[in-house]
């Protein structure tokens, strides 16, 4: 059977149709949307980012494949405060938003502790300096059951060479000019109750930005014609909650896409269901159900197979094959479960044919992909909200309280450094140009020599 993976949206697959017809967002295209409302070391085979016209790139949540890997990338292993740093740059107010990069400009966003203001940041790669820092929302009243761990400003940006798109949840979602932030075209119409704060982050596939709204009160997956921000589809879950308490119906998992025989796939974890949808039209392809809530990390694919994490309370990392139809859940295509020492929050990391693991709170792993058992762990301590990201030969992780270790690949790895920086990390590093890039509660820092 002929599968294989294409990472969400490599550049390569719309860079040529960006510079060829969308050198420009036209509002008059909106007629051409099917809906309208009112306005190989790599972990997997995936494309590989020099086939874009623009480096560096890293261009969404967990890099250009989606899974937290640089390869041929370098960074340095050891810093602190003072070495190995280019630069370091304050980023104000509160935002776990992860940085990305394409070209000479990094993103992210922020927003105020109370949530009435929220804000995208450019900042230049080369010197750290801003580029722009633009107030995009406000609002006369935020949702009240906002959860003290999360910030008004976690979805991260996603970007192609023209345009960046930001999104806070059911506050708002925008495309920008990176050109001059200049905002194309803005939604605020697209409700749900995210009751302890928004978390999913947008995609881009083809013409489309997909982005899950996964809430205590509404939970939908949707699309949006890239260009004019009207909605192309809009699918509500159809899902048998374990619970009547919307708190266990809510989730945060940036989806992923896939093609498996010639069928391009959205994978879309949620609460207690991961389900496969067509990306152009949101059907339904097949579904896995399980019982956990809450879903934060990203799912990884190797080709074959699917590994989908389930989230809260306590967190299964499933392996099943990415080729089912209809409900797999007691079917053969469940490959492996695994509920011993997996994080809920921080994603995993697939690289070199080895599956990587930091738990919440800090016990890592490296699980065979064949069975899921527990091939070796250490345990660091501490707590972790960021996803892993890998090079050739080193994986690193960050802690929320400046901490971060450094491991070689391999079947036994080494912890080769420990380092330390004032600030720790809620968001996901990048790593381009031979330097990590890496969001702070209080700064943004590039990591390079």
């Known amino acids: 059977m002929n599968i294989r993976f294409h990472a969400l949206l490599t550049l390569s697959l719309f860079v040529s149709q960006a510079l060829l017809t969308h050198t420009q967002l036209n509002a008059q295209d909106a007629s051409q949307t099917t809906s309208k409302t009112s306005s190989q070391t790599a972990a997997s085979p995936a494309a590989h980012p020099a086939e874009n016209t623009l480096q560096p790139n890293w261009f969404q949540f967990r890099g250009p494949r989606g899974d937290g890997t640089a390869p041929g990338e370098h960074p340095p292993t050891t810093w602190s405060d003072t070495e190995s740093i280019r630069w370091k740059t304050p980023i104000h107010d509160r935002g ?27 900042v230049d790669l080369a010197n750290g300096q801003i580029k722009h820092d633009k107030l995009i929302f406000e609002n006369t009243e935020v949702q009240k059951d906002y959860h003290a761990t999360n910030s008004y400003a976690s979805p991260t940006p996603v970007l192609d060479e023209q345009f960046v798109f930001v999104h806070f949840g059911s506050y708002g979602t925008a495309c920008l000019r990176r050109s001059d932030a200049e905002v194309v075209w803005q939604r605020r119409d697209l409700p749900c109750n995210h009751y302890r704060g928004a978390g999913s982050s947008p995609i881009l596939y083809k013409d489309l930005l997909i982005f899950h709204q996964d809430g205590y009160d509404q939970q939908y997956a949707v699309a949006l014609n890239r260009k ?188 080769v450094a420990e380092n330390k920086l004032p600030d720790g990390c809620n968001a996901s590093p990048a790593i381009v140009d031979d330097s990590l890039i890496v969001r702070t509660t209080t700064h943004l820092y590039r990591i390079g020599k």
Request: hydrophobic share 35%; proline share 4%; with cysteine.
């Open 228 to 415: 004019s921000g009207e909605t192309v589809w809009k699918v509500d879950r159809k899902i048998d909650y374990a619970s009547d308490d919307g708190d266990q119906h809510k989730a945060y998992c940036t989806p992923i896409v896939i093609e498996v025989a010639g069928q391009m796939q959205l994978i879309s974890p949620t609460a207690n269901a991961c389900l496969a949808l067509d990306p152009l039209t949101g059907k339904e392809l097949w579904r896995v159900r399980y019982s956990e809530h809450s879903t934060t990390a990203r799912p990884l694919f190797d080709g074959s197979n699917l590994y989908i994490n389930t989230g809260f309370s306590k967190a299964q990392l499933y392996c099943v094959r990415a080729d089912g139809k209809g409900d797999i859940t007691d079917s053969p295509k469940v490959i492996w479960t695994q509920r011993k020492s997996i994080g809920s929050k921080p994603s995993q990391l697939l690289v070199g044919g080895r599956l990587f693991n930091v738990t919440d709170d800090g016990i890592v792993t490296r699980m065979a992909t064949d069975t899921g058992e527990i091939a070796w762990q250490d345990r660091v301590g501490g707590k972790f909200s960021a996803s892993l990201v890998a090079t050739d030969e080193h994986f690193f992780l960050f802690d929320h309280d400046g901490k971060s270790y450094v491991y070689t690949l391999a079947d036994e790895p080494q912890k």
């Open 96 to 122: 776990w938003s992860s940085p990305v990069i394409l070209g000479n400009e990094i993103w992210l966003t922020t927003a105020t502790a109370d949530g009435v203001k929220m804000y995208v940041v450019c």
